[in-house]
């Protein structure tokens, strides 16, 4: 009698289990378009970079800023595997987006790297994140493995290092 209510209660939990489990799924948004920019520490205006990543579910637009002037662009197609593995970062919450600030506290901190996102879902929700990555932190509203999302962007592209100089 002990192993069938043991049964019961084991079948019980992962029905219980699953079906959160997929409500949590289902509850997600889906993301339509993703824009990532990264800034480079403020140097003289002839080495400062910008680059802005735009990401659809079949390709990737890159354009390299200098002085506020696209030098550089490119386009890479993507596969839809790629695709999923770029939005789980945010979905699965590898990276986290919070409220939006006004004020960013940096303080003691001159040279770091911005990494900017803006996400828009099928729903037409917005929403913005910044991290200011300097002295190993991470400052402002979004948190996680951001600097590793940036390094996946960059390896879909085989020129990448001829485009930025």
């Known amino acids: 009698m002990k192993?069938?209510?043991?049964?019961?209660?084991?079948?019980?939990?992962?029905?219980?289990?699953f079906v959160n489990v997929e409500k949590i799924n289902a509850q997600l948004p889906e993301i339509k378009q993703l824009t990532f920019v990264l800034k480079t520490p403020p140097l003289s205006p002839e080495y400062y970079r910008e680059q802005e990543f735009i990401i659809k579910k079949n390709k990737i637009q890159l354009y390299i800023k200098k002085q506020n002037e696209i030098v550089e662009k490119s386009k890479v197609k993507i596969s839809a595997e790629e695709w999923n593995k770029i939005t789980k970062y945010f979905n699965v919450n590898k990276i986290q987006i919070g409220p939006e600030k006004t004020k960013y506290d940096y303080e003691g901190c001159v040279g770091g790297?911005?990494?900017?996102?803006?996400?828009?879902?099928?729903?037409?929700?917005?929403?913005?994140?910044?991290?200011?990555?300097?002295?190993?932190?991470?400052?402002?509203?979004?948190q996680g493995s951001v600097r590793e999302l940036y390094n996946y962007l960059k390896s879909l592209f085989p020129d990448f290092k001829e485009l930025n100089n």
Do not use: D, H, P
């Not at 192993?3 to 289990?17: A, D, G, P």
């Open 113 to 142: 790297v911005t990494y900017l996102a803006t996400i828009k879902y099928k729903n037409k929700e917005i929403k913005k994140g910044l991290t200011y990555e300097c002295g190993n932190n991470q400052y402002g509203n979004m």
């Open 3 to 17: 192993s069938f209510k043991k049964s019961i209660f084991l079948i019980l939990f992962c029905n219980l289990f």
